[in-house]
């Protein structure tokens, strides 16, 4: 089992930034995909962002050039800054973990408003 805690959601003017941080614990061993989805209201859940265990990165177009995914192996941590947040971007974001063979896990999701 792998459990994650998501952190660092909130509320934000369009055009500000804010991180979201990811603590993954259990058996993360097994992990070689680390990632970012979000589900706006009504709408189903996309992918933001993932880093491999050999951090290669993937981003939606929409977030190219506005949000870095990144991790930490020591601290067994996976952030994501966002930048020049839009509207748009409002959602509620769910830390990802995945692996060859094995369930996919996620976080209890935190929520990130983008309005004036």
């Known amino acids: 089992q792998v459990q994650l805690v998501e952190s660092g959601g909130g509320s934000v003017q369009p055009g500000g930034s804010l991180r979201l941080s990811c603590a993954a614990s259990?058996?993360?061993?097994?992990?070689?995909?680390m990632g970012w989805y979000r589900q706006a209201p009504g709408k189903q859940r996309d992918m933001v962002a993932l880093?491999?265990?050999?951090?290669?990165?993937n981003y939606a177009d929409s977030v190219k050039g506005r949000f870095t995914i990144s991790r930490d192996n020591a601290k067994n941590m996976v952030y994501l800054q966002m930048s020049s947040l839009k509207p748009e971007d409002t959602a509620v974001y769910y830390c990802?973990?995945?692996?060859?063979?094995?369930?996919?896990?996620w976080g209890q999701g935190t929520q990130v408003t983008v309005s004036s």
């Open positions: 259990g058996s993360i061993f097994r992990i070689s995909v």
């Open positions: 880093i491999t265990s050999g951090d290669r990165t």
């Open positions: 990802y973990a995945g692996c060859k063979g094995c369930p996919d896990y």
